[in-house]
């Protein structure tokens, strides 16, 4: 029963589960429709001489919005001057907006046609949207924000686009970003190549600047001409400007850089050369482990990341494995107390402390038949002006590895890439801001 002045339960509910009529569909007026109208042209653009007339549902459930302009002049959409000179009216044209309370909005206006004494007839430029683009500047960015975070095929779900869309969308922002990104002073940079699919010419070349952490340039291949034309793209004059250039000991890479920037200091990457070193010791282990059998060999087997890595990163618990496995073989003994000994040589602030170093490394190495010990040695004499420059400028490929790895993922989040410039124009625009 319904209490004394209340409203029966009934008809609460159906008041509340009642939905409030639409306002599109219908003209605002009054304060309302001021306020509608004020958030709509803040969303569309902030320059004066344009306002929103209505916004109505078509057939198709889409929000339609309806702008017209408030002044008799136009912006030329070539030079952007103001002209008085009106030579026609376009049919309206749609220009795709954000979504509006879920709804798919579109805006409907109906552009002039100016004359110009430079450019001649011309559409008028309007302040929503770039010229002969059928998106406003808001969902082009949505678009753009969105393609950092997921694949291109998510975005065209989401925001049902076809690829092409987004691809072009990507592809401008990139062009013209890539003047204002690649004029910047460059210093120190890194040089690195990353696979982006199987085959040994799936590779692409990537140059890091290490000042202000970004990918500066891209380029298919890992070869010398690939590396050749990025120098190129810099200029003689910029690249005579460059101080340090980290890198692998690849070749191609010191040729080119010796090359173009004979100035700059060619750094080797620090954790390439203890992979180089660690590679000599656990070929070590696979001697010892031919060299006997039975129970020496039960041994040193299952032992290798024991006596790869690093002692302090060693758990407490296979300490005593590993301490027991170095006190039944002399040569490991040996080999893996050489590759730590070798860690001093990072704490070097001269390169003449840290030369010194290495020779004095060397003859720790006399009379213990540790063949790929002192083929490591070798390498490094090869390259000890590379080596010895980590003291002075204390850099590493270390940013360049982990973007690497960055790399991998976009192109896994997307099942791999068939056009590899397609995989370019996306990591550009995934590193740049």
């Known amino acids: 029963m319904a209490g004394r002045g209340r409203p029966d339960l009934a008809d609460r509910v159906v008041r509340v589960s009642s939905p409030p009529a639409p306002w599109w569909g219908v003209k605002t007026h009054g304060r309302i429709g001021r306020v509608l109208d004020g958030i709509l042209t803040e969303q569309l653009f902030s320059a004066k001489g344009w306002r929103v007339t209505d916004a109505a549902r078509d057939g198709r459930a889409r929000l339609v919005i309806h702008v017209e302009p408030t002044r008799v002049t136009a912006i030329c959409s070539g030079c952007g001057e103001t002209k008085h000179r009106i030579h026609d009216v376009k049919p309206a044209r749609e220009w795709r907006h954000l979504d509006g309370w879920g709804v798919p909005t579109l805006v409907r206006s109906a552009v002039r046609r100016v004359k110009c004494r430079h ?9 929503w949207a770039r010229t002969r683009s059928r998106y406003t500047h808001a969902f082009e960015a949505e678009v753009l924000r969105r393609a950092r975070d997921t694949s291109i095929l998510g975005v065209c779900r989401q925001l049902g686009l076809h ?4 691809m072009r969308l990507i592809e401008r922002w990139v062009e013209e970003s890539a003047a204002q990104q690649f004029r910047r002073p460059l210093r120190r940079i890194g040089v690195d190549e990353v ?14 600047d290490h000042d202000s952490a970004r990918i500066v340039w891209i380029g298919r291949g890992k070869d010398r001409e690939t590396i050749d034309g990025f ?3 810099l200029g003689r004059r910029r690249a005579r400007k460059l101080v340090a250039i980290t890198m692998d000991m690849a070749q191609a890479y010191i ?35 031919w060299r006997r059998g039975g129970r020496h060999r039960d041994l040193i087997r299952g032992k290798k990341w024991l006596l790869l ?11 005593g494995d590993l301490a027991l496995l ?3 073989n002399r040569q490991l003994f040996r080999a893996y107390v050489l590759k730590e000994h070798f860690e001093h040589a990072w704490t070097y602030t001269t390169e003449k402390g840290m030369r010194a170093f290495i020779y004095r490394w060397r003859k720790s190495l006399n009379w213990t038949r540790l063949t790929p010990l002192i083929e490591f040695w070798e390498m490094l004499m090869r390259h000890i002006d590379g080596v010895v420059a980590w003291a002075k400028h204390r850099l590493s490929n270390a940013a360049v590895e982990g973007n690497n790895s960055r790399i991998r ?18 990591l550009y625009h995934a590193s740049w801001r």
């Not at 690829?163 to 987004?166: D, H, N």
């Open 255 to 289: 040729g080119a850089a010796e090359t173009h920037a004979p100035q700059a200091d060619i750094v080797f990457d620090r954790f390439h050369i203890e992979r180089h070193l660690t590679q000599a010791v656990d070929e070590v282990r696979k001697r010892e482990f």
């Open 119 to 127: 450019c001649g007839v011309r559409v008028e430029q309007v302040p």
């Open 231 to 233: 120098f190129t793209k």
């Open 326 to 328: 170095l006190v039944k």
């Open 309 to 319: 890595r690093k002692h302090k990163r060693v758990h407490w618990r296979h300490r």
């Open 163 to 166: 690829w092409t869309s987004v």
């Open 409 to 426: 993922g976009l192109s896994q989040r997307a099942r791999g890439y068939r056009n590899p410039d397609n995989l370019m124009l996306v």
């Open 195 to 208: 696979s982006y699919g199987r085959g040994q010419s799936k590779y692409l070349t990537i140059v890091w």
